[in-house]
C-alpha cells in the first residue's frame, strides 16, 4: 500500500541515488548478538540502501511491496507498481524485470507475492483486489475467486488500497493466506480478516476458512504475512504518523485455533470468536540504528516504510527474515533491505 498520509506530506521529486550497506556487527559472535538485539527474539545483523533511487533495464527500481525465495534461490521482490524483479540473493542487484497487467493489460496495485511449487507467481492487487497466477513471463494463468464481503465498494464492504496486502503458502502448499491490511465496513470490532484457499484438481484454489486478526492499533494495518514451517505466521503491523514517523512491529501469530469467520458477516467483538493469537517478537524502532540515516523524522533513523518480508533460511535455530520498504518513489523515503534472526519459540 503507498501510504497515503506519507505522499501528502512528503516533498515530490526523486533523490539522488543513495549506496550504502551497514556492517553486520562485531566480528565476536557474543558482542554482536547483544549489540545488534531488537529485542530477546530478534536481531539484525545489517541492512542495505544499494537499491535506493535506481533503475534497471529503464525500470525503477523501488516500490517494493513483497518478497518471496524463488526456486533457484533468487530473490523475487514486487513493485506495488505492477513490475517483478529477480534479485540476486547475495548482491541484491537485479537480474531480471517483468511487467505484470490485467487481463485489459491494466497496470495493477500488485502487493503480495506466493511462489508456488511450480515456479508461477500468486500475486495480488490491492484494487479489486484480486489474486491471479501468473507465469515467470508475466503471462495470467488464473484467477481465484474472492468473498463479496473483501472486495471494494460498492461491489463489497473493503476500502480502496486497505485490502489484500500479505500472502503466503501454508506447509505443504495445499493452503494459500492472504491478510487484509485494514477492517472492512461493519467490522467494528476493529479485527482484519485473513482469507485462506485451499488447492484443487489442476492447481487451482478455492475459498476455505477465513480468520480474525487484532492489530495492536487502529492506525496499524497488516502490510505482510509469512508462514512458518509449523504453520505459525510472522505478521508485520505497520503504521505512520505525520510528523513522527513509521511504527513497524514483526509478531509471531498462530491461526490453527482461530475460528472461522468466513460464515460471521459483521465482527463486532462478540463473545465465542477466537481470535489469531499472537505475541510480539519486536518493535523494529528499538533495533540499533547501525547508522542508519532518515530523510524525514522517526523514532528511529533505521526505520522506514516496510512492507516486505521473506524468510530466506534458518540458521542455528534462528529463522534468516528480510524486510523491505517501500520507497514510494519518493524523495524523503528509502528503499531498504534489513536482515534479520528471529527466533519463533514463545509459547501461547
Known sequence: MRLRTVLATA????????????????????NSRTSNACSSSVSIDRFSDALDKTTYDGTFVGNFSALAVDKDGSIAALEDRSSLFDLNAKTLQPERVVPLADENGAALDSEGLAIDRD??????????PSIRRYSRDGKILDRLPVPSSLLVAPAGRAVSNQTFEGLTLLPGGHT?????????????????RFQTWTRTKGDHFKLAAQYAYKPDA????VPEVQSLPDGRLLVLERGFTSGVGNTVRL???????????????YLTGQPGVHLIKKTLLADIADCPSLGATAKQPQPNPLLD??????????EKGAYKVLLVSDDNQNAVQTTRFYYLRVRATPAF
Do not use: Q, W
Not at 119 to 128: H, N, V
Not at 258 to 264: E, K, N
Open 251 to 265: 509478531y509471531l501469530a498462530d491461526p490453527r485455533h482461530a475460528t472461522d469467520t468466513s460464515g460471521i458477516d
Open 176 to 192: 494459500l493466506l492472504a491478510s487484509m491490511e485494514y477492517p472492512i465496513a461493519g467490522d467494528t470490532s476493529g479485527d482484519v
Open 119 to 128: 515456479g508461477t507467481r500468486l500475486i495480488t492487487s490491492e484494487t479489486e
Open 11 to 30: 516533498t515530490a521529486g526523486l533523490a539522488a541515488a543513495t549506496c550504502l550497506t551497514a556492517a553486520a556487527g562485531p566480528a565476536n559472535a557474543s
Open 305 to 314: 516504510n516496510i512492507e516486505g518480508m521473506a524468510i530466506t533460511g534458518k
Open 218 to 221: 487502529s492506525f496499524l494495518g
